[in-house]
């Protein structure tokens, strides 16, 4: 089934190109289904880049899925056209009184800020708490985790000195779960963050049950008791050549960033990468979509 996205949004003909299913407002309104109504909160700088991710791996269900972009606040951008913004996203007031099956926060670019120099947090947390009221469950991805890390459990960013960047080996837990079904024991996952996730301050401050971890890059999937909030430590919406972007970007800025690990072949950045994620990122979505949203959420809400 398809994703159901507006009339002239830029990511129709990217995703049409590439044969993913999508449809848009005109065509969805003479169906006489039930779509998922989907709040994503783009925090990301390059908005138009992100919508694409992510709408890759929301398509990729046999689930309709109508799509309402979120800001968090008025502030310009400086790397997305305003009138996009204008045209595409709400703002919160707009949308305060209605609920949702599912939402999605995604990173931001502040893993080395603390929390009390976001300009926008007050406005963020705020979102966060009126999600659970409003929404059936909630997928926070990398800075997003932290931030509901302190919006939940009072837990500040922990910073790391140096950026986990790269493709990471991450170990399914032995529990369970609807989200990490048809996954292997051993998966891969893009990770690129200052900001840490230790298992030990998971365990001892929180309620979250772990799905997937590792020594090296700590939390990478939880859900809470209720499956209300979903953690995803990393970026599996990323395409092939994301890190990359972000390599030679801070190479750019003079930033002397380490090469992505596992990423490039012999870790040669003048070598193409291969995509070795692309399959579960795309199974965590759907299982997310069907098990946690689908398969949870009322028809009437």
Request: net charge negative; hydrophobic share 35%.
């Amino acid at each position: 089934m398809p994703i159901n996205i507006p009339n002239d949004l830029p990511a129709k003909a990217v995703l049409n190109s590439e044969q993913v299913f999508v449809m848009t407002e005109d065509r969805s309104s003479h169906q006489d289904i039930r779509p998922l109504n989907l709040l994503f909160l783009n925090l990301m700088p390059k908005k138009i880049n992100t919508e694409i991710q992510y709408l890759r791996k929301l398509s990729n269900t046999p689930l309709q899925v109508n799509i309402t972009f979120l800001r968090v606040d008025d502030h310009i951008s400086k790397n997305t056209p305003q009138v996009h913004i204008d045209t595409f996203y709400k703002s919160f007031d707009e949308i305060s009184s209605k609920n949702f099956d599912g939402m999605i926060v995604t990173g931001a670019a502040l893993d080395q800020v603390q929390f009390q120099d976001v300009n926008y947090f007050d406005k963020l947390k705020k979102i966060i708490l009126w999600s659970t009221k409003h929404v059936t469950s909630t997928l926070f991805s990398c800075w997003g985790v932290a931030a509901a890390l302190k919006v939940f459990y009072n837990i500040d960013i922990m910073i790391m000195k140096d950026k986990l960047s790269g493709i990471y080996d991450v170990n399914l837990s032995d529990q369970i779960d609807t989200l990490t079904r048809g996954f292997d024991d051993t998966f891969k996952a893009p990770i690129s963050r200052f900001c840490d996730f230790p298992l030990n301050v998971i365990q001892d401050r929180t309620d979250i049950n772990i799905l997937a971890s590792s020594d090296e890059i700590g939390l990478y999937l939880g859900v809470s008791p209720d499956k209300k909030q979903v953690y995803v430590s990393g970026h599996p919406e990323y395409d092939l050549m994301t890190l990359s972007d972000e390599y030679h970007r801070d190479l750019e800025a003079n930033l002397q960033p380490e090469i992505p690990v596992n990423y490039y072949p012999k870790n040669d950045p003048n070598k193409s990468p291969l995509c070795t994620w692309r399959g579960h990122s795309s199974l965590l979505f759907a299982n997310w979509l069907n098990y946690y949203v689908y398969q949870e959420t009322p028809f009437d809400f």
